[in-house]
Structure formats: structure tokens, C-alpha cells
Nanobody, 124 residues
Framework: QVQLIESGGGLVQAGGSLRLSCAAS????????MGWFRQAPGKEREFVAA????????YYADFVKGRFTISRDNAKNTVYLQMNSLKPEDAAVYYC?????????????????WGQGTQVTVSS
């Protein structure tokens, strides 16, 4: 079992920044890849970013490239999502997820465990 707890969401003005954190417990953090997904009201959950076990490879959805950065600190069992230049369309509940593989995936069903989500609201 892996427990994931997100934090860092909140209300920000368009153009602002937020950093989301996801703290993991239950298994050795460095043995699984991590991903961030988001879901806005009335929309499907969508991939945002992923990072492999070591942190050496990252993957992004096209709509966040150049604005968001995923990183991880295996010593702290935490993955981060730095979000800059936020837009109103980035507003959603953001979820972190873990996957027992080396590389991250774009595909939500590939992930084994999910956090409860953290709300991000962007005002225009």
C-alpha cells in the first residue's frame, strides 16, 4: 500500500504561481514513478506531468510545457509540481499518483495509487 497526500493548492490570480507537493508513505518511494493529473468540473481526468523513479526523466502534457515543472526528492518521499504562469483554464483538482514502474506514464489506469486531490483555483 502507498499513501499519497497532496498539498499546496489554493486560489491564485492568473499569471501567478503555486507549488504542489505530494508526500508518499508506505513503500520505498524511489521504487515507483510518479505522475500528476487534474480534473476540472464536467471534464475527464487528464495527464499533466510524470517523472521516473530517479527523477532523471520527465514528461509533460503539451498544454503545460514551459510553465509547469515536476520534480521529486527521494530523500523526502515527495514529488512536486511547480506551476507558473497559471491560466484560468488550469483550475482543477490536482491529483498525484504512483506507478510501480521505472518510467512514468501518460495513462491514468497505469497508476496504482492516488491521492485525494488538492484544489487549484485561478482567478482572471
Amino acid at each position: 500500500q502507498v499513501q499519497l497526500i497532496e498539498s499546496g493548492g489554493g486560489l491564485v490570480q492568473a499569471g501567478g504561481s503555486l507549488r504542489l507537493s505530494c508526500a508518499a508513505s508506505g513503500r520505498t518511494f524511489s521504487t515507483y514513478a510518479m505522475g500528476w493529473f487534474r480534473q476540472a468540473p464536467g471534464k475527464e481526468r487528464e495527464f499533466v506531468a510524470a517523472i521516473n523513479r530517479s527523477g532523471g526523466s520527465t514528461y509533460y502534457a503539451d498544454f503545460v510545457k514551459g510553465r509547469f515543472t515536476i520534480s521529486r526528492d527521494n530523500a523526502k518521499n515527495t514529488v512536486y509540481l511547480q506551476m507558473n504562469s497559471l491560466k484560468p483554464e488550469d483550475a482543477a483538482v490536482y491529483y498525484c499518483a504512483s506507478q510501480e514502474s521505472y518510467s512514468g506514464s501518460y495513462y491514468a489506469p497505469d497508476y496504482d495509487y492516488w491521492g485525494q486531490g488538492t484544489q487549484v483555483t485561478v482567478s482572471s
